[in-house]
């Protein structure tokens, strides 16, 4: 990999997103807070712009509204002629495609972070939609060399021939960002100090990256999707099976 | 407390209600599970009604549509004229009056068990409406005594001079299961098997009931509500501060 990360320009224009998923809550409580007191999101060469992406759900505490605000950053639902029954989080996918992108244009924000939760026992994970996100790829690096002894693994979302469609794909590169496990709707401090740290890290990285900073090539672990297993079902689509309680929450303490 | 509780005949019509909050899975999967296999439900004297109670929150995966169906069963709601914009829950209500009550008549079910999730770690909690059904006193006495080794204390919901409203208030007598920590919309094998056991326990205390059996009198220490203690709040009302991660499932963990 590079010895140091594209785009060659200093980052300027960055983005802070929670709420994307309105149960999701150490983003939603970090947005949120951060639209009151931005300074947190400050550093010398920029300042992060906080952004609650799907307020409808976050009022209801739902993960949407209508459908996922994180499948609707496509272009056929970004360019196609807006209507008044076209589902709440595309109308919002469109706003913020105009907030911080267009997608794919040279206006598009330099960078977005996007703050998500999972109920899975999965630690830290980064989403980046795929290894060709050079400055995506050096952040993770950096973020996991700040807490070795925290599993942080880095997944590529995008499969093969497929469209991005997440918010953070609106600009010319991101990351999202989730830990858990979490209950949707349920804010855990740990968790939320964990989000904070990493975010601020994150920031952290875009100054030393605007300063001129040299970072070294490296080889670095991703994964990928290879299939979905869904639980086993009934015939009506009722869960016919669960985890084993043995195997609940183990693969964090065992990664831990 | 009596060495036999009431009432004197047996209790012939009894139901198991899953589902009145409609993302707590444990009862929403064994409400499902039973209306396909009742077999489980049954005993020599009687053979339990499963019933899913807030079928459209469990379709949608929420507490609720409109408004809290386990606050619902009150005199208020119940008797007055039906309306085309009532709260879904509102007329769930009415039609699970029909069902398992009316309330407080004699044609009223003999017990009604409501089966809950919560997300704190407060173990196994029996909630009763007050220590004046004795049935359910002696029937939370008989599940305590099952299991001595894992935590289940005894809630008594009902403050002086309130009205009851809950689900199991329809009945003449009935008892709400509330096994914690799960999160919202998420099955856990562990809770899903300690909800079946106390379900299967209850059933054959009704059971051994219905037989003639004497049970000894008893003292039991029970909780009631003193005060509400909200998270602190910023003047918008959204959290300031949350439970700090050292205590975070700790109740839970210290008890067992």
């Known amino acids: 990999m590079c010895s140091r990360p594209e785009p060659p320009e200093p ?25 009151r007191a931005p300074g947190e999101l400050q550093r010398p060469s920029f300042s992060a712009v906080p952004v609650l992406a799907n307020p409808a759900a976050t009022a209801a505490c739902r993960r949407y509204v209508d459908c996922d605000l994180n499948r609707a950053f496509t272009s056929a639902f970004l360019t196609a002629r807006a209507h008044p029954d076209d589902p709440y989080e595309v109308t919002r996918a469109r706003e913020l495609n105009q907030l911080l992108g267009p997608k794919a244009s040279g206006q598009a924000f330099d960078f977005v972070l996007d703050l998500h939760n999972t109920t899975a026992s999965m630690g830290t994970c980064l989403v980046a939609e795929s290894s060709h996100d050079v400055f995506a790829m050096h952040l993770c690096h950096h973020l996991q060399l700040q807490s070795p002894e925290l599993p942080c693994r ?11 469609y997440s918010v953070h794909s609106v600009a010319k590169s991101g990351l999202g960002l989730e830990l858990g496990p979490q209950p949707q709707g349920v804010l855990r401090a740990d968790l939320l100090a964990r989000m904070r740290a990493l975010v601020a890290a994150a920031l952290d990285f875009i100054q ?37 309680p043995q195997l609940q929450t183990q693969g964090q303490l065992a990664s831990r």
Chains 1, 2 share one sequence.
Do not use: I
């Open 154 to 164: 880095v997944f590529l979302y995008q499969l093969p021939g497929e469209e991005s």
């Open 208 to 244: 030393l990256f605007n300063q001129g900073t040299a970072f070294p090539a490296f080889e670095m672990e991703a994964y990928r999707k290879v299939s979905s297993v869904d639980f086993p079902r009934t015939e009506t689509g009722d869960l016919a099976g669960t985890v084993h």
């Open 11 to 35: 980052l300027r224009r960055v983005a802070v997103v929670g709420g994307t998923h309105g149960n999701e809550m150490s983003g939603v409580c970090l947005a949120r807070y951060w639209l």
